[in-house]
């Protein structure tokens, strides 16, 4: 399998000091990335989100936004 151009997949932790703030805007960010924190198992307090990206779309402008809130804490 070759690799997509312009395309990537972004992993993104939410871990236990970010779970509640995340959680508290969850409704604020797409309904793709709220469906893909549903769908990822919790393990050790952490969820490992697989976000696909292709272009600057709104779940580029949610993993921007996620990022700040784990500079935040």
Same mark, same amino acid.
């Given at each position: +399998?070759?690799? #997509?151009?312009?395309?990537? *997949?972004? &992993?993104?932790?939410?871990?236990?000091?970010?779970?509640?703030?995340?959680?508290?805007? +969850?409704?604020?960010?797409?309904?793709?990335?709220?469906?893909?924190?549903?769908? *990822?198992?919790?393990?050790?307090?952490?969820?490992? &989100? +697989?976000?696909? &990206?292709?272009?600057?779309?709104? #779940?580029?402008?949610?993993?921007?936004?996620?990022?700040?809130? #784990?500079?935040? &804490?």
């Amino acid at each position: +399998m070759l690799p #997509r151009e312009n395309y990537f *997949t972004m &992993l993104i932790v939410i871990g236990k000091k970010e779970k509640q703030c995340f959680e508290d805007i +969850m409704s604020s960010f797409s309904y793709e990335i709220q469906q893909i924190y549903r769908q *990822t198992k919790e393990a050790n307090n952490q969820k490992w &989100l +697989m976000i696909d &990206l292709e272009d600057k779309d709104r #779940r580029y402008e949610d993993i921007k936004r996620i990022i700040e809130i #784990r500079n935040k &804490l």
